[in-house]
Every structure is written in C-alpha cells, then in structure tokens.
Nanobody, 125 residues
Framework: QVQLVESGGGSVQAGGSLRLSCVAF????????MAWFRQDPGKEREGVAA????????YADSVKGRFTISQDSDGKNTLYLQMNSLKPEDTAMYYC??????????????????WGQGTQVTVSS
C-alpha cells in the first residue's frame, strides 16, 4: 500500500508560480510510476504530467514549456510539479497518483491504484 500526501497549492495571479509536492509513504521497494492529474468541477480529470521508471517525462500539451515534473534522487518518496506562467485555466484540484512498477501503469492511465487527497490551485486573472 502507498499513501500520497500533496501540498503546495494556493492562490496566485496569472503569470505566477507554484510548486506542488507529493510525498509517498508505505511500502515502496523501488521506483514508482507517478503522475499529476487535475480536475475542475464539472470537467473530466486530465493528466498533467507523468514520470516513468526510467525518469522519462510526459506532459499535457496545455502545460508544455510551463510545468516541470521531477522526483527526488531515488525516485521513491517525493514527486514535484513546478508550475510557472500560470493561467486562469490552470485552476483545478491537483492530484498525485502512483503505482508499483509491476502494474505497468504509466503516463496518464486511469488505472493508477493510489491517489492523494488533492491540493487546490487557483489562478486569478
């Protein structure tokens, strides 16, 4: 079992920056598949950024060049999302997702088993 706790959300003006963190607890014997998703009320959940077991990354087109996903050096415990040049349309609840490598669950799959409680990001114009 993996527990995920996000932090770092808040309210900023357009053009500002935030850094989200997601700390993983529990049974973590190796690197995890990890990703950030977001969801605004009334909209579908969308993948924002994901990092694979080899450290390769994937981004939604809407955030490319503005957001950066990263992990701590051992890739086990902490996931980050650096968000720059924020836009009002980035407003959403942001969720961290993770899964074990034997689950072959990567990218923006809807099959992640473990989710955090979410952290709210609000960008005003």
């Amino acid at each position: 079992q993996v527990q995920l706790v996000e932090s770092g959300g808040g309210s900023v003006q357009a053009g500002g920056s935030l850094r989200l963190s997601c700390v993983a607890f529990g049974y973590i014997p190796s690197r995890l598949y990890m990703a950030w998703f977001r969801q605004d009320p009334g909209k579908e959940r969308e993948g924002v950024a994901a990092i694979d077991l080899d450290g390769s990354t994937r981004y939604a087109d809407s955030v490319k060049g503005r957001f950066t996903i990263s992990q701590d050096s051992d890739g086990k415990n902490t996931l980050y999302l650096q968000m720059n040049s924020l836009k009002p349309e980035d407003t959403a609840m942001y969720y961290c997702a993770a899964d074990y490598p034997w689950r072959y669950c990567n990218g923006f799959s809807s099959e992640y088993n473990y989710w955090g409680q979410g952290t709210q990001v609000t960008v005003s114009s």
